[in-house]
């Protein structure tokens, strides 16, 4: 299978390349050939304790590769175990094989020595694992020859190669590993899912945050609504009271168109009644002048012919008060009347004797 391209591909190949720390031997049948290779890190390799630029690991998109052009086949390579290949010699691999820790060894095994320094076996001593340290396997040496004693040595995991398995089924157990591809794959998806967890923190934290504000700014608006409420309440009440008030001011000036119309009519009525008064001071004047001289008691004098009984009573033809009326015309008569009078002058009234009945 393809590895899954994806952004980042060549940081979880360099994550990879950092699992693959450890010794390593090269294998070539099944059997180990000389070299110890240390991997470090960051793919920082040493062979038998020597370095060589061009022999460190590199990690890009496709794979494990060396600048010298060899590269790690990625569907059938595992953690325990790399293949090699270069693409001008496909048929040309080599096979790099982890050196097994102290658990990957049982009592029982069969197992070969193998030289540390020069990678070469040694005349394929061979032993039987009895037991275990810390860090080191005891191993009960085959004697070389029938009747020499056995020894008991302690040894690397690395110095030693298992020949045969006491439990047989234990080899193919160990061998069931995933492809490097796989675990390319399996990076990704844990780099993912971290992402995905990561941004999901983010996002909750960020809903809270939200939550929060708009928890604020329902709380502000619900505070905000409650002012405009009691404030649409007084409007109301302002509203009633300026209605009441418009009523009021308009029967206050419905009365005050009233009371000015009274005012005008109290006001002409009171010009009438002086104007009356006027007149009749006028007119009593007027009916004044118009009497006798002799008194002016509203009596006509003798006239000629006319002589005074001797009983005293009145003369037969006598003349007898006539009351006095206002002449014809109205007011207008009596207003001409008495202009005409204050043109005659005190000196026309003196000159009539005698008073001229109307």
């Not at 010794?23 to 040493?46: F, T």
């Not at 394929?124 to 056995?150: H, N």
């Not at 030693?160 to 998806?189: H, W």
């Not at 009916?287 to 009984?309: D, E, I, Y």
């Amino acid at each position: 299978r393809a590895p899954i391209a994806m952004e980042g591909d060549e940081m979880v190949v360099e994550m990879l390349l950092n699992d693959l720390q450890g010794e390593w031997r090269l294998h070539d049948a099944k059997k180990a050939l000389p070299g110890l290779i240390e991997i470090k890190d960051q793919g920082y390799v040493l062979y038998d304790g020597c370095h060589w630029d061009t022999q460190d690991l590199l990690a890009d998109a496709a794979g494990i590769y060396r600048a010298d052009g060899w590269r790690v086949d990625m569907n059938v390579s595992d953690t325990d175990e790399l293949e090699w290949m270069k693409e001008e010699d496909p048929g040309h691999t080599i096979i790099w094989k982890r050196c097994q820790g102290v658990s990957s060894f049982s009592p029982g095994d069969i197992v070969a020595f193998i030289g540390a320094e020069t990678g070469e076996e040694e005349e394929r001593i061979q032993g039987t694992v009895i037991g275990f340290t810390d860090t080191r396997i005891k191993v009960r040496q085959e004697a070389e020859f029938e009747g020499d004693l056995t020894e008991v040595v302690e040894a690397q995991p690395h110095e030693l190669e298992i020949v045969t398995r006491a439990n047989p089924d234990a080899e193919g157990q160990n061998r069931s590993l995933p492809s490097l591809t796989l675990c390319l794959e399996f990076k990704r998806l844990a780099m993912l899912q971290e992402m995905i967890v990561r941004e999901n923190d983010e996002l909750a934290a960020e809903n809270t945050e939200l939550r929060t504000e708009l928890t604020g700014h329902t709380m502000q608006l619900d505070r905000e609504n409650s002012r405009l409420r009691a404030q649409l309440q007084l409007s109301d009440a302002l509203q009633r009271e300026l209605t009441n008030t418009l009523s009021v001011n308009q029967q206050n000036w419905e009365i005050q168109s009233q009371n000015d119309e009274l005012r005008q009519q109290v006001s002409r009525a009171g010009d009438l009644q002086r104007e009356f008064t006027s007149l009749s001071q006028q007119h009593d004047k007027l009916a004044g002048t118009m009497l006798t001289p002799r008194g002016r008691t509203g009596l006509a004098g003798p006239s000629s012919g006319s002589f005074p009984s001797s009983s005293g009573g009145t003369p037969r033809n006598a003349a007898v008060p006539v009351p006095l009326a206002p002449p014809a015309g109205g007011t207008e008569a009596i207003r001409s009347a008495l202009a005409d009078l204050d043109a005659m002058g005190p000196e026309d009234d003196e000159e009539d004797d005698e008073w001229i009945p109307i």
